[in-house]
């Protein structure tokens, strides 16, 4: 029997857990904290994306391990595709997705930033809909 997930909310500038999950919209369209998390990093997000030749299309991720100037060990960047065209149920199937991709790194503790630009959607609610996809 598998234990129970446990989910809190937090605030954006909280500390994040070893492994960071983050969302990016179509064409990499990133939020303010994704944007904080590049600049401090030296651009690595900007640049691990385009190695990998990813664009933020909807279902699709890239992880990037121990980046630099970060305080996590992990960082997932997951797709979010066309934010703006989302529905509740959308922004669920992604939480789930999210989790997925979290979960195939078989970390114990994981957090997922709640913020994706151009998203529509107030905070709390983007929130709620991710973590009951989850």
């Known amino acids: 029997m598998t234990a129970p997930l446990e989910i809190s ?3 954006l500038d909280a500390a994040p857990a070893s492994t960071l999950a983050v969302l990016a919209g179509q064409e ?3 939020s303010p904290a994704v944007q904080s998390l590049n600049t401090k990093a030296q ?3 900007l640049k691990a ?3 990998a ?4 299309k909807q279902k699709s991720s890239i992880e990037i391990l121990a980046p630099q100037k970060l305080d996590c060990q992990r960082l997932v960047i997951v797709g979010a595709g ?3 065209e989302h529905s509740d149920s959308d922004w669920a199937t992604l939480g789930g997705y999210a ?3 979290i979960a195939a790194r078989k970390t114990t503790e994981a957090s997922l930033v709640a913020e994706v630009a151009g998203a ?3 905070p709390d609610v983007l929130a709620a809909n991710l973590a009951f996809g989850a």
């Open 28 to 30: 990499l369209a990133l």
């Open 120 to 122: 529509g959607v107030k």
């Open 43 to 45: 651009g690595l997000v």
């Open 9 to 11: 909310f937090a605030r």
């Open 99 to 101: 989790m997925g991709q």
């Open 82 to 84: 066309n934010a703006n």
């Open 49 to 51: 994306a385009e190695a």
């Open 53 to 56: 030749s990813f664009k933020g």
